[in-house]
């Protein structure tokens, strides 16, 4: 729990100061009490704490801990760095013991505020759901932050949509057994529960086939689990004013079918759900501030398994579209149930502009590494609004191009189109989003591909720890207050 208050007291257990390189020269001391102010200068004037990046003091003042910590030069500091250093701080065994800490800022602004709301939330949140807690553990899980700032309307939207980025990866942090179709139809449904400004449409089996979903329902041919389409139509505006569309990919699991994916690429793939697991989030985030806009939030849900009913490499396959679609490999399955679902959408709401967020491909690690994600759109304002929307709330997109030359890529020789590209996967992320764009027609679109950006493999990136990040949310959530 966050909370505010207007200066700093010592009443807690412990305190965390956070000094940029500047203040420490010019020994301003941020605590307020006589005896905290001369500790710290102490550790100062002895040379023990400069307030490098990263340097770390602790001091004891009347039996309470007050940790000093560098943040370096105030130049230097990015939204990104700002936040990973808070997370440092926070994370400090020091604090293992106390749940309440006092948290000072080098200066209180909203932006150094919602770093610390965000730091927090987001930057300590772990997933340690199967992890035995060894009886002797006292580490204190939750902790309550009082942050020495003047309290704004901002940061409760801040601390809501902190909480639903956290949501979105509990979805994909889950055992794909479990994170199946219908856990995600009921955490659908418990979303929208009694909320009057939506009305939902779930598609089964049997509407799908009865509607033509031919390319979602081939994917998820040889899974035991059921296929899904979730819809939320969302009337925060006028209902005669325009919808925007947030499509997600919602691959519970990715096998690659037949083409099969080896060992090392496998492991990771219950990540595959991470764009409906955005969409969901920033429903529950819409519903939760109540958004003043028009959106419809989709979800096309199956799973990539491997079985003697799998869906073949050479197989045509047409979908809701029409379009015939020759199989290149099965392993390019979220632009197949994506397409079905995008085309529905686009027909049956018809939506001002659709914008899909899907792991669809690994070569997006090629182009831009973990830290951004792929933007591909067919309209420079909403690439460019969505652009600003993930600069301004650090959860980062990068654009690669759209152009009519690319369109020979996903030529058939059998079938109108393929959903592998005749350039062996050179541009792969391209390519990909081209084969999507042929399905919304001359809807202003953007496809965000998260594939690398997604979940972090390794011990941390960024604030984020191991696992699901939780990307989208907070892009999403921006674009729709600003656009
Ligand atoms: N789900 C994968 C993409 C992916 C890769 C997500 C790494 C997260 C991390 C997607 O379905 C896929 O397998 N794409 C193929 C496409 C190829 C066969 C054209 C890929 O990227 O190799
Ligand atoms: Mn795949
Ligand atoms: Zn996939």
Redesign the pocket.
């Known amino acids: 729990m966050i909370q505010f208050r207007s200066a700093f007291k010592g009443d807690k257990k412990s305190a965390l100061v956070f000094m940029t390189l500047e203040q420490v020269k010019e020994k301003k001391c941020a605590l307020s009490g006589k005896k905290a102010c001369d500790a710290a200068r102490a550790a100062v004037s002895a040379g023990h704490f400069e307030g490098n990046k990263g340097d770390i003091f602790p001091l004891i003042v009347d039996g309470k801990m007050v940790v000093l910590f560098g943040l370096g030069k105030k130049a230097d500091l990015t939204p990104t760095s700002l936040r990973g250093l808070i997370r440092r701080g926070l994370l400090l065994s020091y604090f293992k013991k106390s749940a309440d800490i006092e948290v000072i800022l080098h200066e209180d602004t909203v932006d150094t505020v919602k770093a610390v709301i965000e730091a927090d939330i987001i930057g300590t949140y772990s997933w340690k759901k199967y992890i035995a807690k060894k009886a002797d553990d006292k580490t204190v899980e939750k902790k309550n932050i009082f942050v020495i700032a003047a309290l704004r309307p901002e940061y409760a939207a801040c601390i809501t949509t902190s909480e639903n980025v956290n949501f979105a990866r509990e979805l994909v942090n889950d055992n794909a057994d479990l994170v199946d179709s219908l856990y995600l139809e009921k955490t659908f449904r418990g979303i929208v529960k009694g909320v009057r400004s939506v009305e939902i449409e779930v598609l089964g089996r049997k509407e799908l086939a009865a509607k033509k979903f031919g390319l979602l329902l081939a994917v998820n041919q040889g899974s035991n689990k059921k296929p899904r389409v979730l819809i939320a139509k969302y009337t925060g505006a006028d209902k005669d004013a325009p919808y925007t569309a947030f499509i997600g ?1 919602g ?1 519970t699991f ?1 096998s ?1 079918g037949l ?1 099969l ?1 080896p060992t090392g ?1 496998m492991e ?2 219950r ?2 759900m ?1 764009g409906a697991a955005a969409v969901l989030a920033t429903l529950k985030n819409t519903i939760d501030l109540r958004i003043k806009k028009n959106i419809i939030f989709a979800c096309g849900i199956a799973e ?1 398994a491997i079985d003697a009913n799998s869906y073949k490499p050479g197989d045509v396959i047409t979908g809701y579209a029409g379009i015939s679609v020759e199989i ?8 197949l149930v994506l397409a079905d679902v995008m085309a529905y959408v686009n027909k049956t709401y018809k939506p001002v502009k659709i914008i899909d967020i ?8 090629v182009a831009l590494g973990h830290d951004y994600t792929g933007l591909v759109s067919n309209n420079d304002a909403l690439a460019e609004a969505l652009l600003k929307s993930a600069a301004a709330t650090d959860d980062r997109a990068w654009r690669l191009p759209n152009y009519p030359e690319i369109k020979d890529s996903i030529k058939s020789k059998i079938a109108d189109i393929r ?3 005749t350039l062996r ?1 050179a541009g ?1 992320t391209i ?2 989003a081209e084969f999507l764009r042929r399905f919304i027609g001359e809807t202003p679109w953007a496809h965000l591909d ?3 950006t ?2 972090v493999d390794g011990d941390s990136r960024f604030y984020y720890g191991h696992g699901a990040t939780g990307v989208g949310v907070r892009i999403f959530t921006d674009y729709m207050l600003n656009n």
């Open positions: 990919k691959l990715d690659g083409n994916k690429s990771t793939m990540e595959d991470s990539n290149g490999n099965t392993d390019a399955e979220g632009r899907a792991t669809l491909t690994g070569a997006v690690v959903n592998t590209s996967g792969g390519t990909g998260i594939a690398g997604a979940f």
